[in-house]
């Protein structure tokens, strides 16, 4: 597999416990998920926020007011994947801890559901987009070394 450029900026703003989570998005882990999940050369923002900004950004950019895990801000697809990624720190460390994940292995996940909405899969249009997005997903986090996020007990 053939690695793909990646120019990444990885910021973290103002929240309680910034330390966990920047101990567990060391930059290199960071590039290595992201540059596994492209399909062409990028530069990606990626950002951490708090309750508030990841709220705001919601509201604003999709009104739904409530912090949600990830956002992607997608600007260019070619002739290189041009987005932000905005993951609300608090969210993704409840949902980690829900599932009972490590957060590097729950922000892995995020940000490589990310990084394939900013190349244009979208799980919202159709079941077979959801399915197909979800399997590409669980490849990419495998040769990641990492779990199959929807790996179901009844599958």
């Not at 290595?32 to 950004?57: C, K, N, P, Q």
Request: glycine share 4%.
């Amino acid at each position: 597999m053939t690695m793909k450029n990646l120019t990444l900026s990885l910021q973290f703003a103002r929240f309680p416990d910034v330390a966990a989570h920047r101990a567990a998005l060391a930059r290199h882990r960071v590039q290595r998920w992201i540059r596994h999940a492209l399909a062409r050369d990028a530069e990606i923002t990626v950002r951490i926020v708090g309750s508030d900004e990841g709220r705001a950004l919601n509201r604003d950019y999709r009104h739904k007011d409530y912090a949600t895990n990830v956002l992607t801000f997608d600007y260019a697809q070619e002739p290189v994947v041009l987005a932000d990624l905005v993951l609300c720190a608090p969210v993704v460390e409840s949902e980690a801890r829900a599932l009972g994940k490590p957060l590097a292995e729950h922000y892995a996940h995020l940000i490589v559901h990310g990084t394939l909405h900013a190349q244009g899969w979208d799980h919202e249009t159709s079941e077979a987009d959801a399915q197909a997005m979800e399997a590409r997903e669980s490849d990419i986090l495998r040769s990641l070394g990492l779990a199959d996020p929807y790996q179901r007990s009844d599958r």
